[in-house]
């Protein structure tokens, strides 16, 4: 069941195969259905979830009762997988934003391999660089930059990881995502729609014009985009060997 490079999760990708078998029996492939809370903030990391297709968002969720999504996780990825890094309960709440599949691995199963494996703490480390650069660049982003932008921003994300032009997005959901009101929304997307950057239709479908839509957007897309390529890339590969002394001690019960 080890996935292709061209259509499995990239990060289990990565893994030469006797690294993957460490992993072993108890990878399990399931499906991602809309609108599907993957794990709540809060509770403790039961599976570590590595999506092949679909598009899942971090949620943060305020005493007030409002939400705003930190980052986005597709198939470059994973939920929970940071757990290794500290026995600590879920900070976001991870809900699925685009149905698609995944393989999930019980957590116990994954730290055990993740303490004996170099490769696998290797992969561990590039997806954290991946994770500090949304969570750095989202944060500045959401301080800066008019919630348009965002928004546009935060659609092309999600179609990154789709790989078509066909969000199946309501407008309650966006208010989520960003943080907004649902009249922010309905505004903003009357805006993207005489620019000719959206359509949309009453069936909660958002298909978008990526060149208008990236004109719409801040340039923290492209950085993300471009950030993260760079971390996957061959050039990042030396660093990563050499910080392996460092990261080889966390312990097997950390927890995303």
Known sequence: MRPSVGNGNRLLAILPASEFDLLGPELQRIPLDQDTVLSRAGDEIEYIFFPHSGAISLMIDMADGR???TA???REGAVGMLSVLGPSPSAA???????GTATRIPASRFHAAFNRSPVIRHAVQ??????????QL???????????????RWLLQLRDRIDHDVLPLTQQALSQILGVRRTTVTLLMRNLRERGAIRSDQRGRIEIDRPRLAAAACECHDTMRLEVEDIFSARSRPAILADDHRISGFNSDEAM
């Open 138 to 152: 989202g944060s500045a982003c959401n301080a800066l930059h008019p919630v348009e932008a965002r928004m546009a």
């Open 72 to 74: 986005a996780v597709g």
């Open 93 to 99: 709440t991870a809900v699925v934003h685009a149905a």
């Open 126 to 135: 590039k997806y954290t660089r991946v994770m500090l650069v949304q969570f």
């Open 67 to 69: 939400t705003v999504a």
